[in-house]
């Protein structure tokens, strides 16, 4: 029984040879990643370490929200809502049946500058209330027919605008079928016109590769139903930018799209007649239409909330910091202490 003892247990505590075959064994063959021995860092969270890592977030963040808010504070705005005003005052209670009538559709508004614009100065509409992101709405589009004249029947996502008449729509879908329709045009002082540049107030990259050069308009607002605005049939779609501009659709209820650009300066107090037509209907959806000039800083336009933001995180930060710097100067506790364990504890009233 002494002589083999030895053996057996010399036995059971070899290591297996790597080299031998595996007897119906489930167990992974062996290397560093599978068995978790690959080099790692694992940090210790001391007190020290922690205040230090808020305290440079809030360094960093601070100041970063300090010149968002100004950066936005620069930015001057100019927002005029004008679909209730521009309803004749004996149409307000049946809106709907003014804006699908006939009648002259044509609405005065005067602007007032309140601090100095300096050029380019953007000139946007802003819709309230209309669900862009809709599924529904989103989908009744062909990104193909739109690229290529090749594709032009690809119309088997644009239903209910794919066809009239049994002849193909270009360009095909509820997107572009809604397209907004009410104009502007400006003057200043009551003298002088204040054009409006629409070039390049759509996105390069769409006008390039998303909107065909061999594209034109085609049977589009030629239905019982008119949506929105119509569309030139000799130009083709790459330079209409307008659509190309309505075609990139919002995430929110509430957005605004890029009319076009004053390449003028305005002076404080210049009075600003604008001359619009109100034919796009908000009034079925209990919508709002705005009229927005805007001039940008280098964050972009008038946006308090990034420097809010900033600001929140880094003050927060701080009196994290200053709040376990007081809990480490008053009550303090050694590092890896193993009394302060549960299982190393005395329980109560012993």
């Known amino acids: 029984m002494s002589n083999t003892t030895p053996a057996t247990h010399s036995a059971a505590t070899e290591p297996p040879d790597p080299s031998s075959p595996r007897r119906n064994s489930k167990r992974p063959k062996y290397s560093r990643f599978t068995q978790q021995e690959l080099p790692a860092c694992k940090p210790i969270l001391t007190p020290r370490w922690v205040i230090s890592a808020f305290m440079l977030v809030t360094i960093v963040f601070v100041p970063i929200g300090l010149a968002s808010l100004f950066a936005s504070r620069d930015v001057v705005e100019i927002v005029n809502r004008y679909d209730d005003e521009c309803a004749p005052s ?106 409006v540049s629409k070039k390049d107030i759509s996105w390069k990259s769409d006008r390039d590769h998303k909107f065909g050069k061999d594209v034109f308009p085609k049977n589009f607002q030629n239905g019982t139903l008119i949506g929105g605005a119509h569309l030139n049939e000799s130009i083709p779609l790459s330079a209409q930018e307008d659509l190309i501009v309505w075609m990139r659709t919002a995430a929110l209820p509430t957005f605004r799209k890029l009319y076009g650009k004053i390449e003028v300066d305005l002076k404080a107090g210049d009075t600003i007649n604008v001359v619009l037509k109100n034919n796009y209907n908000t009034y079925s959806f209990s919508g709002k239409k705005k009229l927005v000039l805007s001039t940008a800083s280098w964050l972009g336009g008038k946006n308090n909330f990034i420097g809010i933001a900033y600001l929140a995180v880094g003050g927060l930060c701080f009196v994290l910091a200053m709040t376990f710097t007081v809990i480490y100067l008053v009550k303090p506790r050694r590092l890896g202490d193993p009394s302060y364990l549960s299982w190393n504890r005395s329980p109560g009233g012993h």
């Open 90 to 195: 004996g149409s307000r209670n049946d809106k709907v049946r003014f804006i699908q009538s006939n009648a002259d559709k044509t609405c005065n508004r005067t602007l007032t500058v309140p601090k100095h614009m300096k050029k380019p100065i953007y000139v946007y509409y802003q819709l309230d209330n209309f669900y862009q992101n809709h599924r529904r709405y989103v989908k009744s589009r062909s990104d193909q027919q739109l690229r290529s004249r090749n594709k032009e029947n690809d119309i088997s996502t644009c239903k209910p605008e794919d066809t009239v008449n049994g002849t193909t729509i270009v360009p095909c879908g509820l997107v572009a079928w809604s397209m907004f329709n009410d104009t502007f045009s400006f003057s200043i002082n009551n003298n002088g016109q204040l054009p």
